[in-house]
């Protein structure tokens, strides 16, 4: 068992490292040039955020293997010598909420603070409105938690008269389980509908916030985790049927780009027209909705370029760039088939084992059961690979559903073009999500994450919320999650294997 123990802590360290070394490399790649050498705090915060999100997901299975490491000790205090995971969860939930209420709506804030003022007046600046957002915030929620900040948990009253010690047993059975059955109902397989009631307690302020974000989450989760489950998988695939077969000719080159630059123009005359209008003090909604076409124009016009320079190669060595790129597709194509199997694995399995009642079979559970038995960590490890997968879905659902989504702007991430304030904005999206996908996870593989400290965490609070419990017993979000996959998957097989044509000329709103 120690040396359980040793490796435990071993593989979640160097997993810690891992994890902070590629948010470090994605921040590099991802970062615009503009931000270069410059605004460090909020690459901070988006380091930070980013590897919280994932040692959270990675920690539902650490806590498995944690169990796990306990599970065969000779003497009561052997389970002290693993790691105490309820404090570390504690710990991540606290930082989570930090980063999401308070830290990156002052990043964000700051960054997008006036550039002329000094350092001290942005930080001023971003206070106040950071102070304005957590007034409101907190006001919201103590009225919520003063109104329906409660839980009704179902019980069943049992009970039983006492007796002397009998000197034999035969005069009770099944049928008569209770001393004076005919007054009393001790069995709770056997009591009538009436023994039921219900035990109304006030939740904790902190668990209620918990669960509040856990619920918005879950929104989110439903929606951005739904799309992406299926277009993370068939992005990759229909990428590589859509590729480009051959490089194209000098002169249909010179053609393509002759058309490029003179939308480049077009576009760099709407954005000067556009910054006269600003400083004429109109930005009413006409204004708004064209900055939002330049903007959509201006990301068309990125994306064909790259298009073009990716079928016609220059330089010495194009043959060499573009056998690279073949492999490249060649690469989607595979990670896209093996990324299917796994979306097609999960979404059976939450029809089988969360919406059919009772459940069909614990499916996935079975499956990493199967693997611990094979090898100590092996099951563990495909546990955290689905896990991940399902935060991997999430982000592939946000970036695919466009600018706009209801009330939220979804700021895009580009590599080599991504803002600070967007890479923030992006970060407190998955930090916000991650929360659901655990609680997602843990519900997912009761079976198999039974006895963890996560499962005591979240315990039947959550599910026993007054006003909130509903979308839990009636598997609201677990529904919406399988009907978007469902419709995601009908409209990549109708339009998914279409190539995107590109606009050439566009005009603005007047």
Same mark, same amino acid.
């Given at each position: ?19 902070f ?7 590099v790649?991802y970062?615009?040039?503009d931000?270069?050498?410059q605004a ?9 955020g980013l ?22 000790a ?5 389970c ?6 309820k404090?570390?969860?504690l710990a991540?939930?606290?930082?989570d ?15 997008e ?7 001290g007046?942005?930080?001023?600046s971003?206070l106040?409105?950071?102070v304005t957002t ?5 006001l ?5 938690y ?12 049992l ?14 059975s ?11 109902q ?5 009591a009538?509908p009436?023994?039921e ?7 904790t302020?902190p668990?209620y916030?918990v ?11 439903a929606i ?8 993370l ?13 051959a490089?194209?000719?000098?002169s249909?080159?010179?053609?393509e ?14 954005a ?14 006409k204004?708004?909705?064209n900055?939002k076409?330049?903007?959509k ?11 073009l320079?990716e ?10 760039? %573009?056998?690279? @790129? ?6 989607k194509? &595979?990670?896209? *088939? +093996?990324?299917?199997?796994? $979306? /097609? ?11 059919i ?22 099951g563990t ?16 659902g ?5 600018l ?10 580009? %590599?080599?073009? @991504? ?7 992006? &970060?407190?999206? *998955? +930090?916000?999500?991650?929360? $659901? /996908?655990i609680?997602?996870c843990?519900?997912a ?17 959550l599910?026993s919320l007054?006003?909130?419990k ?9 529904i ?9 998957f ?5 339009f998914?294997w ?9 005009q603005?709103?007047?």
């Amino acid at each position: 068992m120690g040396d359980f123990n040793l490796a435990l802590v071993i593989v979640a360290v160097v997993v810690c490292v891992i994890v902070f070394l590629v948010n470090v490399y994605l921040l590099v790649n991802y970062q615009h040039p503009d931000d270069a050498n410059q605004a460090y705090f909020p690459k901070f915060v988006v380091v930070l955020g980013l590897s919280v999100a994932a040692i959270s997901i990675l920690m539902l299975p650490a806590d498995v293997a944690n169990r796990q490491a306990c599970r065969q000790a000779i003497y009561n205090g052997a389970c002290n010598l693993t790691l105490p995971m309820k404090d570390l969860w504690l710990a991540v939930y606290i930082l989570d909420a930090l980063l999401v209420f308070f830290v990156i709506p002052f990043s964000m804030f700051y960054y997008e603070g006036d550039q002329d003022k000094s350092v001290g007046k942005r930080i001023k600046s971003a206070l106040l409105w950071m102070v304005t957002t957590a007034i409101v915030c907190a006001l919201l929620l103590g009225i919520l938690y003063g109104l329906v900040g409660k839980v009704d948990f179902t019980v069943r009253h049992l009970s039983s008269s006492t007796t002397s010690f009998p000197s034999t047993w035969t005069t009770y059975s099944s049928s008569e389980q209770c001393i004076g059955s005919g007054v009393h109902q001790c069995s709770a397989y056997t009591a009538s509908p009436s023994s039921e009631k219900t035990w109304t307690m006030r939740t904790t302020f902190p668990e209620y916030v918990v669960a509040l974000a856990t619920i918005v989450g879950s929104v989110l989760f439903a929606i951005f985790g739904g799309v992406g489950i299926a277009c993370l998988p068939l992005g990759l695939i229909f990428s590589f049927i859509r590729r480009p077969k051959a490089v194209i000719t000098r002169s249909q080159y010179i053609k393509e780009a002759t058309e490029l630059g003179k939308k480049a123009r077009e576009l760099k005359k709407a954005a000067e027209a556009l910054r006269q209008e600003e400083k004429s003090g109109s930005k009413g909604r006409k204004f708004r909705k064209n900055v939002k076409e330049v903007e959509k124009e201006l990301f068309q016009l990125e994306e064909d370029v790259k298009l073009l320079e990716e079928i016609y190669p220059q330089g010495e060595k194009a043959e060499t760039t %573009w056998a690279l @790129t073949v492999l490249g597709y060649l690469a989607k194509l &595979v990670l896209g *088939i +093996l990324g299917l199997i796994v $979306s /097609v694995a999960w979404v059976a399995h939450i029809i089988i084992y969360l919406l059919i009642d009772p459940p069909l079979s614990s499916f996935l559970n079975e499956v990493f059961i199967k693997l611990d038995d094979v090898w100590g960590l092996l099951g563990t490890a495909a546990f955290a690979f689905f896990c991940f997968y399902l935060l991997l879905a999430v982000i592939a659902g946000a970036m695919m559903l466009g600018l706009r989504l209801v009330f939220i702007t979804i700021h895009p991430m580009k %590599w080599g073009a @991504t803002l600070m304030n967007s890479f923030l904005f992006n &970060v407190g999206l *998955i +930090l916000l999500c991650s929360i $659901s /996908v655990i609680q997602f996870c843990s519900t997912a593989f009761a079976y198999y994450a039974q006895a963890t400290a996560a499962q005591e965490i979240f315990g039947h609070t959550l599910e026993s919320l007054r006003g909130i419990k509903y979308l839990y017993k009636y598997n609201v979000f677990q529904i919406a999650f399988v009907v978007l996959a469902g419709l995601t998957f009908v409209y990549y097989a109708a339009f998914g294997w279409r190539r995107k044509k590109p606009t050439n000329r566009f005009q603005l709103s007047t």
